[in-house]
């Protein structure tokens, strides 16, 4: 078999060596022949920084730039690199566009709560069209790092928990980014991070080391990145992190032999920023050019701001530790991005452009509609909400007015000064009384209390703002303690006092634990930091003018003890049958028993507060058991599953249906559930809809005992519900 395969892969080889060549491949090749090996490196070296850069890009020792979006600036060194090296390349510009340029949308967290991948695309398209008017052709995201530890700061930026809930984000970012063809423009250029396994850092600790066995890469933590990289994203960065002691910048498996040889991927790969330096930390390697041998011979295309390419290369290459084959295939893969940009035919910026597409009025509009559709209602004791019959209402808390944070991190080139915040929008539909309570989110300053209860007692009801600065999540913005900061609960229980409705909005860059809060009021809004249109957006849902329709794209925990905690979990021989023995049923001098026997707290018993895929609306939803068309299926066959829903409300609303599936059996222990199919459904009041889900039995494949990906024939459990803790289940079997 070994033989064979060799002989397979050789003859491929020569295939692929024989076949014609396109146009851009010809191009590459013709410049690559002419390059000395200084000029090649500097290809290879990315470097942050503007028009002080120029020196470089004229000797050709930098071949991208990031962190630069003054067009004038981009021009100049575009200049400098077009006009003055030997060989006129253009530079590649790229920059942290991570959920909106200068129309700032719900960070990407937020943007999963949709359940919406045509609005996260028409998002993206937006940041597009907006960054390239600046110069920017290339952007560091979707990030595509599955994570289930709301302690991590940078579950800011991803789609949260599940593998197919960030397939489908992370594909209509790529798409919404890179457009219909590369050269256009208004296309920029894609980078699907973090490769791979970096939501799963120990302790929630940003940076930390990953425990992953291959089979939970290839099941849980590779789709995201096979399915972007399927739909043509044109780049992708290495992760900080290692698996299994090898650093992901320097991990030849990774990069080499699954996205390359098994993949089929043939994009450029980034660093992250030092990630190559910092497997000297790691104590990977030795020093920078021990640590520049390694990357590159691991598969690595761009080195972001170590240093190592462009001062060791040269000398690794004439002691022939790296090979000028693996310098070629580097560039190559970069000079090939750069002429499917366009760049050599169109390399500056119009500098009046950004002018004329920054804030938009099409582009807010979407902005709102994204921020409303993101937007979960938690909590509506007494159907509070909608605030449609009162007048007067207090508005409170240190995020109804806080135009910078609430365009949450990682909003570089947003300008507050265009952020329509709560109050603004809150001022626009009824008469407010306005009393901060508290000036920032960790504010501890309790002296304004009474003043805001006394307000309180004068309106209809009270509106509070709370949750995180911008600062508190992302990068390096790790937590152990996820209940609301400074007194913010405290202002909570205070405006409860007064005996008005309370609604508390909570503005965030991560879930928080907010189940003492609940107590406090009767509604909740969870608003994942929403951007430049939350204001307007979250006044729509206060008023009535809009319907809630978000669902948690992570659980959401009872204590930060719990985590990691996520409802695609494989079983325990134990697991929680619902009958624990908590705290206070313990008796004094107890015998030393194993209480309940099952997997489970004593403190905090099993289940989260909300679990993954909640929602509710201001309408209600019923389901009617699903119904298969066929019961017994083989691995060929469409799985067709016809449901009908109905709204029994008041409200017109949309319900976001969603399908579980579970392996009862398999070769290898399979999650209790797992979504594998969504669909935003909207009903007129008592209207009803037969929905229908299809589902490929060949999706129900995953990498078995043997680590071969296949569907193994068995018995299976399917729910169609509103959320993965609901439905009644229906049985299937795969022959």
């Known amino acids: 078999m070994k033989i064979r395969n060799i002989i397979l892969g050789t003859v491929m080889l020569i295939a692929a060596s024989c076949a014609p060549k396109n146009e851009t491949e010809r191009k590459v090749d013709e410049l690559l022949s002419r390059m000395t090996l200084r000029e090649k490196v500097g290809q290879m070296n990315q470097l942050s920084g503007g028009a002080w850069l120029v020196d470089q890009a004229a000797r050709g020792e930098v071949g991208s730039i990031l962190n630069c979006v003054d067009p004038s600036e981009i021009n100049a060194v575009q200049k400098a690199a077009v006009e003055q090296s030997r060989l006129g390349i253009p530079i590649l510009v790229s920059r942290d566009v991570i959920h909106g340029f200068r129309t700032i949308f719900p960070i990407p967290l937020g943007q999963a709560a ?106 849980t933590y590779f789709p995201a990145f096979k399915a972007t990289a399927e739909a043509g994203a044109a780049t992708l960065m290495t992760s900080f992190n290692e698996i299994d002691g090898i650093p992901s910048t320097g991990n030849r498996w990774l990069l080499k032999d699954v996205l390359r040889d098994e993949w089929g991927w043939d994009g450029m790969v980034v660093t992250d920023w030092n990630s190559a330096g910092e497997m000297i930390a790691h104590g990977f390697s030795r020093d920078l050019k021990h640590s520049a041998e390694q990357a590159i011979n691991a598969g690595v295309d761009m080195d972001m701001m ?43 910026v119009d500098e009046t452009l950004s002018a004329k597409v920054d804030y938009a ?46 365009m949450g991190t990682w909003a570089f080139d947003g300008q507050k000064e265009y952020t329509v915040t709560p109050l603004a929008a ?48 992302g990068e390096a913005h790790s937590l152990s303690d996820l209940n609301l900061q400074g007194a913010q609960s405290e202002l909570i229980a205070e405006v409860a006092k007064a005996g008005k409705p309370v609604v ?140 009908t829903l109905r709204n029994t409300g008041k409200y017109e609303a949309t319900e976001v249906a969603q399908l579980y599936v579970q392996d009862l059996v398999g070769s290898v222990v399979r999650p209790v559930k797992e979504l594998k199919r969504f669909q935003r459904v909207s009903l007129a009041p008592g209207e009803s809809r037969t929905v229908t889900f299809e589902l490929p039995v060949g999706e129900l494949a995953f990498w078995n005992i043997d680590m071969k990906y296949l569907v193994e024939p068995g018995d299976f459990r399917l729910w169609v519900a509103g959320d993965s803790a609901s439905g009644d289940a229906v049985e299937f079997v795969v022959e």
């Not at 790296?322 to 970069?334: G, L, M, P, Q, T």
């Not at 007494?382 to 207090?394: E, G, Y």
Request: net charge negative.
């Open 361 to 406: 009025p099409e582009h807010l509009a979407a902005a709102k509609q994204a921020a409303v559709e993101s937007a979960i209602l938690l909590q509506n004791r007494n159907n509070v909400l909608p605030l449609d019959k009162a007048r007067t209402i207090l508005v409170t808390g240190p995020l109804a007015d806080a135009p910078y944070e609430q």
């Open 426 to 473: 809150l001022r626009e539909e009824y008469d407010v009384i306005w009393e901060p309570g508290l000036e920032y989110s960790r504010d501890k300053d309790k002296s304004s209390f009474a003043r805001v209860r006394a307000a309180a007692s004068r309106a209809d009801a009270a509106v509070v703002f709370v949750g995180e600065e911008a600062i508190l999540s």
């Open 306 to 348: 170590s240093y190592g390419f462009i001062q060791y290369v040269e000398e690794l290459v004439k002691e022939g530790k790296v090979s000028e084959k693996e310098i070629d295939r580097a560039v190559r893969n970069i000079l090939k991005l750069k002429f499917e940009l366009g760049l050599f035919e169109n390399p500056y």
């Open 114 to 219: 949709t359940f919406d991948p045509a609005i996260v695309e028409q998002g993206a398209r937006i940041s597009a069209i907006e960054a390239t008017a600046s110069g920017v052709r290339w952007t560091f995201s979707p990030m595509l790092d599955v994570a289930r530890d709301p302690r991590w700061g940078r579950v800011a930026e991803g789609s949260g928990e599940d593998p197919y809930l960030d397939v489908q984000m992370g594909v209509a970012m790529v798409k919404g980014y890179q457009g219909a063809d590369l050269s256009d423009p208004t296309a920029m250029a894609a980078c699907i991070k973090h490769f791979v396994g970096y939501g799963a850092a120990e302790g929630g600790r940003d940076y930390n080391s990953t425990m992953i066995s291959e089979r939970s890469l290839r099941n």
């Open 504 to 643: 508390v909005v909570v503005m965030a860059g991560r879930p928080l634990t907010i189940e003492r809060d609940l107590a406090n009021c009767d509604a909740m809004l969870y608003s994942f930091h929403p951007g430049t249109m939350g204001g307007p957006a979250l006044a729509d849902l206060i008023k009535g003018k809009a319907v809630p329709s978000g669902k948690l794209p992570m659980t959401f925990l009872r204590d930060a003890g719990q985590a990691p905690f996520y409802y695609n979990h494989n079983n325990t021989g134990r697991p929680c049958n619902g009958t624990e023995t908590l705290l206070e049923d313990i008796p004094v001098a107890a015998g030393q028993t194993s209480l309940g026997c099952t997997s489970y707290y004593l403190d905090t018993g099993y289940g989260p507060l909300f679990p993954f895929g909640y929602g509710l609306s201001y309408s209600s939803f019923e389901y009617d058991k699903p119904v298969l068309e066929k019961n017994v299926l083989g691995c060929d066959d469409v799985l067709r599953v016809n449901f």
